[in-house]
């Protein structure tokens, strides 16, 4: 079988889920290869997500692992099995990795969770918007490259399209809303176009203002996705060096009670739509 040369974020998932349940039987890397009756560097590449692994194979894992939870194995096996070439494909040569792989990860994700506090969130933002966050890195892009940061950027819309768009809810400081990116009409327009998103069945928008007291949760920005089951969820933070996809089950249940205070610190949607409404006006 071929080597993948560079797995995917989800590749890489399934692989690290598959080494926690041989972990948590007590078995070596020989000991798990002996039972399933494959060679140790066979288990070292299922485990390193340098190849793929079929659903008979995983079944039989997970029964030599002692692995009874079966929503959690029907969910290794639909990402072990899905052979999905998403729209992010096109960008394979185009753009670094990680923003293939969060394309894939709000794919499938549930739902969507996001806290910012210094830009309006990505999937809420406009071509403006977008293309002038993406102008400002340094070194400076090529044309090319930030005209396609800013396609790819649109494109990930697509999960609030067809007859089953993925549940979002974004908490937003009032400073992201305040900052201008660009110019004062492209702040208009971005207001307006977070006020067309709230009103959607499936968007939630939700405002923490400046004038919140106790409030110093600042650096809890991140991007929450729901698995299939939720051992299977994702935390994605950006980073100075790009982004980091988190899944130990100690960071996740960090990261749900992180978005708990800093929602508590919001205002409700409706209070929400009135204070961006009230901000647009003032622009």
Sequence with gaps: MVLRSEPTARQMRLAAELRRLRDAAGLTAREAAALLGVSAPQISQIETGLTGVSEKRLR???AHYACSDE?????????ATDRTRGWWEEYRTLLPTPFLDLAELEHHATFLREVQFLYVPGLLQTEDYARAVFAYRIPELPREELEARVRHRMQRKTIFEGPEPTPYEAVVHEAALRIMVSDRTASQVQLARLLEFSEGE?????????EVEGFAGAA????????????LDTVVRDGPH??????????????????????????????????????????
């Design 60 to 62: 039989r894992i997970a």
């Design 71 to 79: 929503a959690f194995v029907d969910a290794l096996v639909a990402m």
């Design 202 to 210: 499936h968007v939630t928008v939700r405002v923490i203002p400046f």
């Design 220 to 231: 809890s920005a991140m991007t929450y996705a729901g698995g299939p089951v939720s051992e």
């Design 242 to 283: 790009g982004a980091t996809f988190l899944h130990s089950q100690a960071q996740l249940a960090v990261f749900r009670t992180l978005f708990r205070k800093v929602e508590v610190a919001s205002l409700p949607p409706e209070r929400s739509r009135d204070f961006i409404h009230r901000l647009a006006k003032e622009l």
